[in-house]
């Protein structure tokens, strides 16, 4: 896979941790004063973390992180459909950096890919527990 191809798919996982950033953000704003609320808010820095890695592996190949991003999809009104949107996000951006860990031949961007996709699993397992507690 050539340099520009690698560039691409780092920015479409930039914009996407972008997307999760302020959904999360404005989530944890609207959400009650909760357990939920905090997780979310805790995870959203994770989420912004995860952009200056991105950024960090774009420029070290030459591009230029963007920060285009599409209409975001906070989830809904309240707090169970805010907690399934977040877990979609994690569950495609694990399938997605599944893919990428499996194509990408550049040791460096793969190891940082791992470390996202770890935490994007433990990101996911933290909303699920916040969902299932709701039906308790």
Not at 7 to 32: C, G, H, K, P, W
Not at 114 to 136: G, Q, S
Request: with cysteine.
């Amino acid at each position: 896979m050539d340099k520009e191809d690698i560039i691409a798919m780092l920015n479409d996982d930039f914009v996407r941790e972008l997307e999760a950033t302020m959904v999360y953000v404005q989530n944890s704003f609207l959400m009650e004063d909760c357990d939920p609320s905090r997780v979310t808010e805790a995870i959203s820095v994770d989420e912004m973390r995860h952009m200056w890695w991105l950024a960090d592996l774009i420029t070290k190949r030459g591009g230029k992180p963007t920060m285009e991003h599409k209409e975001l999809n906070f989830g809904g009104d309240n707090l169970e459909e805010m907690l399934r949107r977040q877990i979609q996000l994690e569950s495609e951006g694990i399938d997605i950096y599944t893919h990428q860990i499996e194509v990408i031949d550049d040791e460096e961007v793969v190891g940082v890919l791992k470390h996202i996709r770890d935490e994007e699993r433990r990101h996911r397992k933290e909303f699920r527990e916040r969902l299932d507690n709701l039906k308790d």
